[in-house]
């Protein structure tokens, strides 16, 4: 098992085969040495640079009603909340005259939030914030919308792909969502010149082994600047409520995998994995990660974004220290991929 994963660090791929075994092991011995080589991979690009991205959630009104997610349409227990923009704007100002460099707004598939506010906003972001990197994570919309907020200024776009695999993806969204249509929208983002993350949850339902295969086959063909994995975690108001969430282990050898198929990409560990164990984020960094996103929402919005349960919502503080206690140096830059 260990050749495997020396085989994977010298030439970045493995066999299906041999990612089924990789993936399926819990073979101490080769999560250490996965955990070495992932980490040498990182440092070989990054350093021990951790960088820093404040997150804003933006809105938790959606128009989608993907079955595992809290703030889907279907929830009517969901508190809803959407920032004006003035308090995007603000809340960015605050998070820069603290140090970061890296917005990430967040939020459901809100209406609200035509081209034209979201151009209104993105630009006064720049504007006030100089030299910062806004990223996007605002779902589907057409290549005309991503389009102007690029040109407004936007950077980078995050959208996870969800599921590779069409009949998970079925399984897991309503008959309206179409694996097709959510691709596309992530082929239109790199045409647009965004820096793009994509990724998927460990452990959602219904997944297997040739599923997460598939996942990490579509991100060797996208090749994206960031992907973003982490645990399914339940959420009570979803269908999915009873379902088993996904493990720290699991999550963390997947992280340590594509940190070794894709050397140079920014990965964070995810609030989700902070969620689900005390040391998952720890664990995580030292397997490849070299981004977190710490939640710089406003305080009164920030529990009506709950996307799963007992959602983390760490201090700074703590946050810091995990990453000192992981073995790195906190980094407040813009961080761009460096590809
Ligand atoms: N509306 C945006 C943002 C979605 S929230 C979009 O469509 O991209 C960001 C991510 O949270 C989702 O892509 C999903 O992978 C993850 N997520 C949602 N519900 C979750 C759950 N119950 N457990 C873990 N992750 C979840």
Redesign the pocket.
């Known amino acids: 098992m260990i050749e495997l994963v020396e085989k994977l660090h010298e030439n970045n791929n493995l066999t299906d085969k041999e990612l089924k075994q990789l993936i399926e092991t819990d073979d101490k011995n080769t999560a250490q040495i996965l955990r070495q080589r992932a980490d040498e991979t990182r440092r070989k690009y990054y350093g021990n640079k951790v960088f820093l991205r404040g997150l804003i959630e933006i809105s938790s009104f959606?128009r989608?009603d993907?079955l595992?997610?809290?703030i889907r349409c279907s929830n009517k227990s969901a508190e809803r909340f959407r920032l004006t923009e003035n308090k995007i704007i603000s809340c960015a100002e605050s998070g820069y005259k603290r140090g970061f460099r890296t917005f990430v707004l967040?939020?459901?598939?809100d209406d609200y939030y035509t081209d034209e506010r979201m151009c209104r906003i993105i630009t006064q972001i720049k504007e006030k914030c100089p030299d910062c990197a806004v990223t996007l994570?605002?779902?589907?919309r057409t290549p005309e919308s991503y389009r102007l907020m690029k040109r407004a200024g936007a950077d980078r776009y995050?959208?996870?792909h969800?599921a590779a695999d069409t009949e998970l993806y079925q399984k897991l969204h309503p008959p309206k969502m179409i694996l097709d249509k959510r691709i596309n929208c992530l082929y239109n983002l790199k045409v647009e010149g965004y820096q793009v993350g994509a990724?998927?949850?460990v452990g959602a339902p219904f997944q297997t082994v040739d599923n997460i295969i598939a996942d990490l086959r579509f991100l060797q063909n996208l090749n994206p600047h960031m992907v973003?994995i982490?645990?399914?975690?339940?959420?009570h108001a979803?269908p999915?409520s009873g379902c088993a969430g996904g493990t720290v282990g699991l999550t963390v050898r997947l992280l340590g995998i594509i940190r070794l198929m894709l050397s140079e990409v920014l990965l964070p560990a995810t609030t989700?994995l902070g969620t689900i164990s005390p040391d998952g984020r720890i664990l995580g960094l030292q397997t490849g990660c070299n981004v977190v996103m710490p939640n710089i929402s406003p305080d009164d919005s920030r529990d009506k974004y709950e996307?799963?349960n007992n959602k983390s919502t760490e201090e700074l503080s703590n946050i810091i220290a995990d990453i000192e206690r992981a073995g790195y140096e906190v980094s407040m830059e813009r961080g761009d991929c460096i590809r």
């Not at 994570?137 to 589907?140: A, C, I, Q, V």
């Open positions: 959606c989608n993907c595992y997610c809290g967040q939020g459901g598939e994570s605002l779902g589907e995050l959208l996870r969800e990724g998927f949850m973003g982490g645990p399914f975690v339940p959420h979803t999915f989700a996307l799963y």
